[in-house]
């Protein structure tokens, strides 16, 4: 019975990793398909959305199982709720990456990101590609130091946030409200983005560790 948990177990656990590689090709094509007009990028990000939620059904359905067939406690137990958290964090970070898809595909042919944005969107998609691949990385092997480095990783990613507002509230903006508020969103999505691998890597160090994160401000 422990083997067979155990193999159950190591299942949730890679359908977690596939989620995370999927989400982070995701918001990789995404940003393709933003920064180039490249509709065939963006058209298989829609596309694909459906498979991380599948993935995460999938999650949700052994781990209910596992649940009502073992009962586990302590740490298998922490395991099984931390799955579910992180899947849930995983599937958002894949609506996000459908979010950025879809904003490009509403205004192609035309590039949905002005010149002007594009140096910020592109180091906002770096920081978020770097965080989707360090879930990955903790996911497939837990490792507490490396969930810890998200969050300066989002520190980044909010630096870069703020300055996106600087320079849309500039009073040389040229692009009007519509493209404004395209922007605004986009970056929202980004940031949003990396607030859930955020929420993720915490999970994997409560995994570890036993112990939830200071709560912020």
């Known amino acids: 019975m422990r083997d067979e948990f155990r193999a159950d177990l190591q299942i949730v656990s890679q359908l977690l990793v596939d989620m995370a590689e999927a989400v982070r090709a995701a918001m990789r094509q995404a940003t393709r398909?933003?920064?180039?007009?490249d509709r065939e990028a963006s058209e298989t990000v829609i596309a694909r959305d459906a498979e991380i939620d599948n993935l995460y059904q999938h999650v949700e359905e052994r781990v209910c199982d596992l649940l009502a067939r073992q009962?586990?406690?302590?740490?298998?137990?922490?395991?099984?709720?931390?799955?579910?958290?992180?899947?849930?964090?995983?599937?958002?970070?894949?609506?996000?990456?459908?979010?950025?898809?879809?904003?490009?595909?509403?205004?192609?042919?035309?590039?949905?990101?002005?010149?002007?944005?594009r140096p910020v969107f592109t180091d906002m998609a770096s920081v978020a590609d770097r965080m989707a691949e360090k879930i990955g990385k903790v996911l497939a092997t837990p490792d507490a130091d490396i969930a810890a480095e998200l969050d300066r990783d989002d520190d980044v990613m909010d630096d870069l946030h703020?300055?996106?507002?600087?320079?849309?509230?500039?009073?040389?903006?040229?692009?009007?409200?519509?493209t404004a508020i395209d922007a605004t969103l986009l970056g929202r999505f980004y940031e949003r983005f990396a607030d859930h691998a955020v929420n993720a890597g915490e999970r994997v160090v409560y995994l570890i560790t036993g112990e939830t994160a200071p709560a912020t401000s």
């Open 33 to 37: 398909g933003l920064l180039t007009a």
């Open 71 to 117: 009962a586990p406690v302590a740490s298998d137990l922490r395991a099984m709720i931390t799955a579910l958290h992180v899947a849930a964090d995983l599937e958002r970070m894949g609506d996000l990456a459908d979010h950025v898809a879809k904003t490009a595909l509403r205004r192609h042919p035309s590039p949905a990101v002005p010149a002007e944005l």
């Open 162 to 178: 703020k300055s996106l507002f600087g320079v849309l509230l500039g009073d040389d903006w040229p692009y009007g409200v519509e």
